[in-house]
């Protein structure tokens, strides 16, 4: 069973610093592009950045500058990390992956993590 577990959320202050892992566990050969998004309550859920397997990197215009997202294939693992962080921040942060195939099967598509809350005060 493909699984993703994300972890690294917490309260921070306004102009802090934190920083998001999202492991993908299961039997997987191989996992292609990658995201993270969010969503404030009331709010829909937005893209915040997406990286392909080859680590091309996209972002929101609202991250630019203060996030950065990465990868490492051997852990399964995408990363975001988030600096100088604002109130408007403040959401719950879900992973995602496009697509993933397992060791003895075919493409799958879009998976979610279970969300990380990420609060920032001002």
């Known amino acids: 069973q493909v699984q993703l577990v994300e972890s690294g959320g917490g309260l921070v202050q306004a102009g802090g610093s934190l920083k998001l892992s999202c492991t993908v566990s299961g039997s997987i050969a191989t996992i292609g592009d990658m995201g993270w998004h969010r969503q404030a309550l009331g709010k829909q859920r937005e893209l915040v950045a997406a990286?392909?397997?080859?680590?091309?990197?996209n972002y929101a215009d609202f991250v630019k500058g203060r996030f950065t997202i990465s990868r490492d294939n051997t852990k399964k693992t995408v990363y975001l990390q988030m600096n100088s962080l604002k109130p408007e921040d403040t959401a719950v942060y879900y992973c995602?992956?496009?697509?993933?195939?397992?060791?003895?099967?075919?493409?799958?598509?879009?998976?979610w993590g279970q969300g990380t809350q990420v609060t920032v005060s001002s």
């Open positions: 990286i392909t397997s080859s680590g091309s990197t």
């Open positions: 995602n992956v496009k697509r993933l195939r397992r060791l003895f099967g075919g493409w799958e598509y879009d998976f």
